[in-house]
Every structure is written in structure tokens, then in C-alpha cells.
């Protein structure tokens, strides 16, 4: 029994499986299962031990046979590794065709694998350079986003304050002498108005000295 291995699953449970322990009935009782703890500087995933600093795994701690040099030319080793999948798939196929039981077909289809696992972990390492250039472009995009909107912004400013200066000189300058006019003609709305508060006066008064007779 020690020495039985644990059964891990290749894929995580259904979201469904997972929503329903959050019923309410679990959060009112509190059994709604915890968060998960931070990461250490290990963790396993499906099985798997991942180490946080090693954001790519090397072939070493992956127990997978080099066939590339520690320092090499990313670009001239993936050439190598395609035209060798292309050599050894080219031996498979004349292997099938002449011996279809030799021992040896397995041992091509090992060298293949091994291939495929090499050229897929050189592309792994571009990931970070991808992220990069990838982040770089959106950065521009926002840049030039930013540019083109401050561009249409000045442009619409310039317009409208065309348009002020225009209506500005489209009105009428006011002389001096039509503010000696407005004077004059407001002391005459004044004068009437002064005389029109006199005659009533007077009517108030007549009117009052009528009432005191009839008395």
C-alpha cells in the first residue's frame, strides 16, 4: 500500500462541481472549502512538481536527454532540429515499408519524440521575449491612440476658437454717441414717468376732499 501511487487527474474538476460547494447552506454553516495557500517555492500541479523560480524547466530537472549545446543560437538549432525530424521521419517511413517488425521502428519513434520535445521547449523560451514584444506593442497602440485623440482635440480648439474670433468681428462696434442717445432717451422714460406719479397724486387728493364733504 506505501508503494501504490496516487491517482491524480489529468484536468481539473467541472466548474459545477466546484460552484456547488458554494451553496447557500455551506456559507451559512461555513463549509465552503478555504482558499488555496500561498505558493512556496515548490508546487505541484496534475502531478507535477514546478519550482516558482524556473519559469521554464530546464531538459535537466525534466529528466530529458540534451542534444543542444548549454550556449547556442536559438534560431540555427530549431533549423537543425527541423531538418532532423524530417531525416528521422524519412527513416521511419523507409523502416514500415521494408522491415515493418525490426525492433528499430521503436527506436525512431523515441528519436522523434525527443526532437519534438526539444524544439518545443526552444519555443517555450521565447515566451518571455514574445511577452515583452508582445506588451511593447500594446504599449505603442496606447500610445498612438493617445497621440491621435490630443491631435483631434487641438484640431477641434483651433476650430472653435476660429469660430469666436469670427463672431467677434461680425458684431456691430458701439459708438459713444449711441450711448449719449441711450441717456437721453432714458431721462425722458424718466420725466414721464415722474409726471404721470404727480397727476395721480393730485387725483388722490381731489378724490379724498370729495369723501371729507360728503361727510
Known amino acids: 500500500m506505501a508503494n501504490q501511487e496516487s491517482q491524480v487527474m489529468s484536468l481539473p474538476l467541472p466548474p459545477t462541481q466546484y460552484i456547488n460547494l458554494f451553496s447557500e447552506e455551506n456559507i451559512r454553516r461555513n463549509r465552503t472549502p478555504r482558499p488555496p495557500p500561498p505558493m512556496q517555492d515548490t508546487y505541484s500541479m496534475f502531478g507535477i512538481q514546478y519550482n516558482n523560480e524556473e519559469m521554464i524547466r530546464s531538459l535537466e530537472s525534466q529528466n530529458i536527454k540534451r542534444l543542444i549545446p548549454i550556449h547556442f543560437d536559438r534560431r540555427k538549432e530549431l533549423k537543425k532540429l527541423n531538418h532532423s525530424l524530417f531525416v528521422n521521419f524519412l527513416d521511419l517511413i523507409d523502416l514500415l515499408i521494408q522491415y515493418p517488425d525490426s525492433p528499430r521502428r521503436t527506436e525512431k519513434i523515441d528519436d522523434l519524440s525527443l526532437l519534438f520535445v526539444h524544439m518545443h521547449h526552444l519555443l517555450n523560451e521565447f ?89
Open 127 to 215: 515566451r518571455p521575449h514574445q511577452a515583452r514584444e508582445t506588451l511593447r506593442v500594446m504599449m505603442e497602440m496606447q500610445k498612438r491612440q493617445r497621440v491621435e485623440t490630443t491631435t483631434r482635440f487641438k484640431k477641434h480648439l483651433e476650430r472653435v476658437r476660429d469660430i469666436v474670433n469670427t463672431a467677434f468681428a461680425v458684431l456691430p462696434e458701439i459708438r459713444d454717441d449711441e450711448f449719449d442717445n441711450t441717456d437721453k432717451v432714458k431721462m425722458e422714460i424718466d420725466t414721464q414717468d415722474s409726471n404721470a406719479n404727480n397727476r395721480s397724486d393730485q387725483l388722490d387728493r381731489i378724490m379724498c376732499k370729495i369723501v371729507d364733504a360728503m361727510d
